[in-house]
């Protein structure tokens, strides 16, 4: 036989490369299956293989494909692929390259959340302002999740290694499937009532990670809004960090996940310790300062000049005293007083007599009144007015028979 009868691998590969690149149907095609064997390059790409119960197909989704991407894939996790089925000429291998994936499933319900979220976002469900303060120290936290999750065992871990002497109080409650939207914000609900009655400070709300369908109760309104409703503060435990549910947003305090809900919920009491021994330490060094200075106080004033030689004062007091007795002319000479003040008082009578307007009186003058007022003008006058006229010794009345002026 002849060598021009053989062809190489790669000529194969081209030809085959060149059928499948010829068949509109291959060109766009669209998937479902399970991700298995997943793989992220390092430069972004992505290798997995997509399989179902029969068959699988080998996979590549470029990085300028998956940047825009809202998850990251993982072996098991259901998703819808569409892209091209080409052959890799160096293996011989053909496979899907991927040009846009999301979870099976999330189509509708990633158009529900986001409907959801812009209702509520709107009635001010998610408001900053609206936040209860989550209570520092809390003496009974209420947990409202499945009694046989992870997530309560992760959360009762943590508070009581954290802060032990804190009580717990759990609404066992369904975390997924039809009926837990409904049982979830029921138990809230009855959280709420007994409030009073158990002392329940706050209340955590969640369970561990899963699906977006297994999470997809805690995206419920009926969930939202008695999150919303709820008088005790509220701490959303849903799923893991990269997990984010309409709960988040309502609640008072959002933590990525159950064990991160057990530390914001209490305190660590290691540090409480260390704060009140600290506290305990400059409570005592202050006390010992100020009765320290206080001593010092008490140690100068009991030997101060005053207190040890009281008689000093009263001393210096009785010869300021004689001084003053000796030295003053008013005390040794108090005729002197009497006669100045009688002198000045005879002088001020003097002085008042000059301005006696009676004195005026006594040289043959006389007072004219009109009305009780003093007449000093003719002008104040007219014909048949009734004046008074004082005189030294007493008063008339007259009648005015005419009034002329004066005309110089």
Known sequence: MENSNYITVTEVNKYIKEIINDDLLLRKVYLKGEISNFKAHSR????????DENSRIAAVMFAFNNRNMKFVPYDGMKVLVSGKIDIYEASGAYQIYVEEMMEDGIGALYVAFE????KLLKEGLFDKDKKKKIRRIPNRIGIVTSP????????????????????TILFPSLVQGENAASDIASKIKLA?????VYKIDTLIVGRGGGSLEDLWPFNEEIVARAIYDSDIPVISAVGHEI???ISDYVA??????PTAAGELAVPDINTIITYLDNATSRSYNALNNIVSINYKKLDSIKNSYILSKP???????EQKLDNFIENNYILNNPDTLYKYSSQKLDHIISKLEVLNPLNTLNRGYSMTFKDNKVISSIKSIKTNDIVDITFKDGKVSS??????????
């Open 192 to 196: 709420n009532s007994l409030k009073d």
């Open 311 to 317: 008689l000093s004062i009263y001393e210096v007091k």
């Open 148 to 167: 046989t999750g992870a997530a309560i065992k992760d959360i009762l871990t943590t508070i009581k290694r954290r802060y032990p002497i804190c009580e």
């Open 44 to 51: 972004g790409h992505y290798y997995f293989t997509l399989k």
């Open 243 to 245: 997990d984010i549910t």
């Open 115 to 118: 409907e959801l979220k812009k």
């Open 252 to 257: 008072d305090l959002r933590a990525p996940t």
């Open 399 to 408: 009648k005015i028979i005419k009034v002329g002026e004066d005309n110089g």
